[in-house]
């Protein structure tokens, strides 16, 4: 290739005289962007050998020739064996330590070709200095690119370690489950210089001394490491791994995680870090991590001595009562925090709902809150959009057994209303009503019975929803229809869509005595019925729920009719998947294509219902835009 012959050319010429003759930019784009995988392989290793020989005399600013490195090195095929073998070799330390990014950015791109094989990281692994400068650029660098790629890069070689070992991740969080036994963990958690590095670059006691970074700057070291340490989950981070170390920095026996939770932050004096802590918590409750042991929370297993037990638990009431108390905090604490505190209460509730019921006082607490805040809201606020999101997160994440009336105490969830109508608080109905899914706790002795608690709450919550508001279901297929108002719309589908796919279970048929004596015992059928002002049984799913009075007359005839266009919407009208006519319809018939299939279910177990069935097949047959409005007028004289 000609355009090849050329760049080798030029940096010859640059490297002859790396002082007065000037790197090409836009040569070496015009490179940059035609480089494929389909390079002859040769041409792309004496390409990166003249690069990498160029480097280290070139006395400009060197972003042209590394980015050029990086796209040639970028190919899957371009193993971390070719890396080594580059003349002159690598000099990773140096590239690590290097003043500039593009530098830093390079050599982390070539040490990344490592994570791909445990054997390459174990290479990596043999030599203590580049794995101690690749700790401390990822700490310490004021540049947030070659942070992230530095974070990258140490992340993939733990993980490269553990491959075979029988490393695991949970898919939805990026978190691994990590046996500790390879050559990177144990440089990383056993090599004294190293493991004490990170101890000394962020923490607080020595900042700005001797040459150590700022306060400033030792708190932005503090959020690279708690961002790290909530993705593994291992032993090597959980207990001591060099008391003499550890004991320093004021650890007893929780490793590095207690010294990252409980020593090493200063959140009295910094509400930044404070944030980023309260986030760190929350993290650790979701699904992952052995965060709670049996019986006794806040156990972030740091440590089994109770002395530690006691701390933790303290922290968790501390974290959780910036939201339940914010008037026990300074003003700057509850602005900045409050939201924070919603968040980690809110995961406490959704992963851990049995544990949570099992604290009276923090269930109390947090009714209590919700009342206070949602008695203030008027019907303005709701109407222009002024809500409580970080309330309504936590009402929506409460077990719903907690959300149901007692004699002594109003449920906040009825003081939630469709009308005027309002996105968050349909999305929060939607939520609660539709039941639990399924996810299971690792401190609930009885997973199923605690989802099966959640789902009977659930149906029993709409019933008593409904027999307050007899006219919800006018107020969400009117918000439904409100094209103009798309996310509401939206949000009022979705609502529809949770009763239809609901996962509801029956309620006890009788009054269990020693159920009856818990302070969150579910009513019995008859009891609800009787709630309800109805001496008939309440429909046992959200299909037969859709197909009773008062859903029946006003959500299936909107489902059925034709999606409503309006042509001076922006993004065009009829069809146009751009316009929020068509997004509302898309979701609509989203809908009906939940109901038939619920249908279909309850017509092979009962034989009833076949005709709605037929119905509906009719209106999906015309799409999500639907045709004439005649089917939609049809449904009140079905025989139900």
Not at 263 to 285: P, Q
Not at 307 to 323: G, V
Not at 515 to 541: G, I, V
Request: contains cysteine.
């Amino acid at each position: 290739m000609d355009l090849i012959a050329d760049i080798r050319s030029h940096i010859s010429e640059v490297a002859s005289d790396p002082a007065g003759k000037a790197l090409d930019p836009r040569l070496l784009e015009k490179f940059d962007g035609q480089v494929t995988e389909s390079i002859p392989e040769a041409d792309r290793d004496v390409l990166i050998h003249q690069l990498a020989g160029l480097l280290p005399t070139l006395q400009q600013d060197p972003t042209p020739a590394t980015s050029l490195i990086e796209i040639l090195v970028r190919p899957a095929s371009y193993t971390f064996a070719r890396v080594l073998d580059i003349d002159p070799p690598v000099d990773f330390t140096a590239g690590l330590k290097a003043l500039f990014p593009s530098i830093n950015l390079v050599t982390l791109s070539l040490l990344e070709k490592a994570k791909f094989k445990s054997s390459d990281a174990g290479i990596v692994a043999g030599k203590p200095e580049v794995v101690a400068a690749l700790i401390e650029l990822w700490l310490s660098t004021s540049n947030t690119a070659v942070s992230s790629k530095a974070h990258t890069v140490l992340l993939g070689l733990l993980i490269a370690g553990e491959r075979d070992q029988g490393a695991t991740t949970t898919s939805s969080q990026d978190r691994y489950d990590l046996p500790a036994q390879s050559l990177m963990w144990r440089r990383v958690f056993r090599d004294k210089d190293i493991y004490e590095s990170i101890f000394r670059i962020c923490s607080l006691t020595n900042a700005g001394h001797n040459g150590e970074l700022s306060k400033r700057d030792k708190s932005v070291a503090q959020a690279r490491l708690l961002d790290l340490l909530v993705k593994i989950d291992c032993e090597s981070i959980r207990r001591p791994q060099m008391p003499e170390v550890e004991s320093r920095y004021g650890v007893k026996d929780g490793g590095l995680m207690e010294f990252a939770a409980l020593k090493m932050v200063g959140y009295e004096d910094d509400v930044l870090m404070h944030m980023t802590l309260i986030d760190f918590f929350a993290d650790l409750l979701k699904p992952g991590h052995s965060v709670i042991e049996t019986g006794d929370f806040a156990s972030y297993q740091l440590s089994s001595r109770s002395y530690e037990k006691q701390q933790l638990r303290a922290i968790h009431a501390r974290t959780s009562s910036y939201y339940l108390e914010p008037k026990r905090h300074s003003s700057v604490d509850s602005t900045y925090l409050y939201g924070r505190s919603a968040n980690y209460l809110a995961t406490y509730c959704s992963h851990h709902p049995a544990h949570f019921l099992s604290s009276q006082s923090v269930v109390d607490s947090s009714i209590t809150r919700l009342l206070e805040v949602l008695n203030k809201m008027t019907p303005g606020q709701w109407a222009q959009g002024s809500t409580p999101k970080h309330d309504l997160h936590v009402l929506a994440s409460l077990p719903r057994q907690a959300l149901l009336p007692t004699p002594t105490s109003a449920s906040p969830l009825f003081l939630l209303s469709a009308k005027p109508p309002n996105e968050d608080a349909l999305q929060t109905l939607a939520t609660v009503f539709q039941g639990p899914k399924n996810e299971h706790s690792p401190i609930d002795h009885t997973p199923s019975d605690t989802e099966s608690q959640q789902a009977s709450a659930a149906r029993a919550l709409y019933w008593l929803y409904l027999d307050q508001y007899p006219t919800l279901w006018q107020h969400v297929t009117k918000a439904a229809e409100t094209v103009a108002l798309k996310d509401t719309a939206l949000a009022a589908i979705a609502l529809i869509n949770a009763i239809v796919t609901a996962s509801w279970a029956p309620l006890p048929s009788n009054t269990n005595p020693e159920s009856n004596q818990e302070p969150y015992a579910l009513p019995t059928e008859t009891q609800l019925s009787s709630k309800c002002h109805t001496s008939q049984p309440l429909p046992p799913t959200g299909l037969l729920a859709i197909l009773t009075p008062p859903a029946l007359e006003t959500v299936l005839p909107y489902l059925l009719r034709p999606a409503q266009t309006f042509s001076d919407l922006v993004g065009g009208g009829k069809g146009d998947v751009e316009s929020a006519a068509y997004r509302v319809a898309a979701a609509k018939y989203d809908v009906l294509l939940s109901l038939k299939s619920r249908l279909q279910e309850y017509v092979a177990e009962t034989g009833q219902l076949q005709e709605v069935v037929s119905v509906v097949n009719k209106r999906l047959a015309l799409g999500p835009m639907g045709g004439s409005s005649e089917i939609g007028g049809r449904i009140g004289t079905l025989e139900l």
